[in-house]
């Protein structure tokens, strides 16, 4: 599902933030991303997403080489992979539901497909019943749960989330998590970058961790 | 195709809810370019209205050589056979007008039917029509040397230029028509800018909406269409109520030009432009509305 070949990505001449990076996700995984701060996750997520290109490397999302794909085929890479970034960037001025639609407006679907599938999506993350609701009023761990829905509404093959849990009391941030986890047994391939130890140790199949500087080795712990 | 016509609705629905968040900013732009676009409407409305007037009235410039009241018929015949004779390049044709004949066509008119009959002789003079060649150059100075030279023949009378206005009036709407093109020129420059920059402004203030939407997996035809529907809305809706300006303009305008007309004993209204060039001009403006938006939204969403 996701291939990194020598990956490199700095955003000036001398300040590197992945250095050689190589790592595989198969699908269907659930993969921690964690390290110290500025160590460089929210960069190697976004380079999975193709909302950033990497220095020099390859990067292989969903069979796809991102270093070849020409900015018309980017959008449709994009709406493969559902991004949860670390500001859930909800849109105020709709409410939870329009936030929900607006991926299936992009892909074209029908103002009653959009509505029941939007519908379907916040049910899954627990927010039935708040669907005219602005994000505004909602609570943090419900404006994540509502990324989420926006997130996999299209039905995505990966998810990636960038510390969706940061800001979070512990209950909520397992709810969260139990969202992603259930979504990743149906098939949906799901990484998600934290720093939450006690989370990883409860949900993580896999985790990569990633030092700042060059990374000579990119470890791989995997728990029960 | 079911696809694409729900992307475009969606569109339409993003526009109509943007613009209702903003009615009166929306409302100000929209009053603003109707004026502007009223303005070259008022101009073609009036050549489009005297262009009939100038065709009507005989365009040839044509040169009356009235004779001496007590010259003879033969003296008269003399001064045509002499014009003839000259062989000038400038003159088309040459006629003689008996004065019995010009009495009888005078005659002809009602109103002056009733003058002439308390008149005991003809008070008209034998005339000589000279028609002028429109091909010449420097008709109007041709035709007043003509003039000049005739005028100092014996037993001529006078020399009247009858149609040299004439010319001078197509040269003047040839101007017009320069001056209306240029004027249509800045219009369309002033309504490409106004809609630039509406949807610059706009694409600013969206700037969270058109993030999200290529986080999604938007297109940038799908970010864009919103703006050009945008721009193309705006400048017909602009256009359609720069036609009901200039509908409203034109009344006052034409009573007071219809008081002066009937002074001429004539009529004279300044029209409407046709309806094929109402919507020539309304297809026109949208398409510079959709063009200026898009220039305005490719420049201003790289982020």
Redesign the interface.
């Known amino acids: 599902m996701i291939q990194f070949t020598h990956v490199y990505k700095s955003y000036a001449a001398d300040h590197p933030v992945l250095q050689d990076i190589n790592f595989s996700v198969a699908a269907g995984e659930f993969v921690f991303v964690t390290g110290p701060s500025g160590a460089g996750k929210s960069t190697l997520l976004k380079l999975v997403?193709g909302?950033e290109a990497p220095t020099r490397g390859r990067i292989d999302v969903n069979g796809q080489r991102l270093d070849q794909l020409t900015?018309?085929a980017k959008?449709?890479?994009?709406?493969a992979v559902g991004?949860i970034?670390q500001d859930t960037?909800?849109?105020y001025?709709r409410n939870a539901i329009e936030n929900v639609m607006?991926?299936l407006?992009?892909?074209?679907?029908?103002?009653a497909q959009s509505l029941s599938r939007a519908r379907a999506a916040l049910q899954k993350v627990g927010l039935a019943g708040k669907e005219k609701v602005n994000p505004m009023a909602l609570s943090g761990g419900e404006q994540q749960r509502l990324a989420i829905a926006?997130?996999i509404v299209?039905r995505p093959a990966l998810l990636i989330a960038d510390e969706p849990t940061a800001n979070l009391d512990r209950e909520t941030a397992r709810k969260v998590m139990t969202v992603f986890r259930d979504f990743n047994q149906v098939g949906v391939t799901t990484l998600v970058a934290t720093h939450d130890e006690e989370l990883m140790a409860e949900f993580a199949h896999r985790v990569l961790i990633i030092e700042p500087g060059r990374m000579q080795d990119f470890p791989v712990r995997r728990s029960a | 195709m079911n696809r694409w016509l729900v992307q475009h609705r969606y569109a339409m629905t993003v526009v109509l809810r943007r613009l209702a968040l903003q009615p009166f900013s929306f409302l100000t732009n929209l009053v603003v370019l109707a004026l502007i676009l009223t303005l070259p409407l008022l101009g073609a409305s009036v050549l489009i209205s005297v262009q009939p007037l100038a065709k009507e009235v005989r365009a040839t410039p044509v040169l009356t050589i009235y004779m001496d009241p007590n010259a003879s018929q033969a003296q008269g015949k003399e001064i045509e056979k002499r014009i003839l004779d000259s062989g000038d390049p400038a003159i088309s044709k040459v006629e003689f007008v008996r004065k019995e004949d010009a009495l009888n066509q005078l005659k002809r008119n009602q109103a002056w039917r009733q003058a002439l009959e308390v008149l005991e002789d003809n008070p008209l003079p034998d005339a000589i029509v000279v028609h002028l060649n429109t091909s010449e150059d420097n008709l109007a100075q041709i035709a007043n040397a003509l003039a000049k030279q005739w005028r100092t023949w014996d037993r001529v009378a006078m020399v009247q230029l009858d149609s040299i206005w004439v010319q001078r009036l197509e040269a003047l709407l040839r101007l017009a028509r320069i001056g209306l093109f240029l004027v249509t020129v800045v219009v369309a420059l002033v309504v490409l800018s106004a809609v630039f920059n509406t949807v610059r402004m706009q694409a600013l203030s969206q700037r969270d909406e058109i993030a999200v939407a290529r986080l999604v997996g938007a297109t940038e035809s799908f970010v864009r269409r919103p703006f050009l529907y945008q721009g193309a809305l705006t400048c017909a809706l602009s256009c359609l109520l720069a036609f009901v300006l200039t509908e409203v303009t034109l009344g006052p305008l034409n009573d007071a030009i219809g008081s002066l007309a009937k002074t001429y004993n004539t009529l004279f209204r300044l029209e409407m432009p046709s309806a094929s060039i109402l919507l020539t001009y309304l297809f026109c403006a949208c398409l510079l509305g959709a063009l200026s938006a898009r220039w305005s939204v490719t420049r201003n969403t790289r982020f």
Not at chain 1, 75 to 79: E, K, M, T
Not at chain 1, 105 to 111: L, N
């Open positions: 997403a909302l900015p018309r959008p449709y890479l994009r709406r991004v970034l960037h909800l849109l001025d607006l991926p407006a992009v892909t074209g679907h029908s103002y926006r997130a299209n």
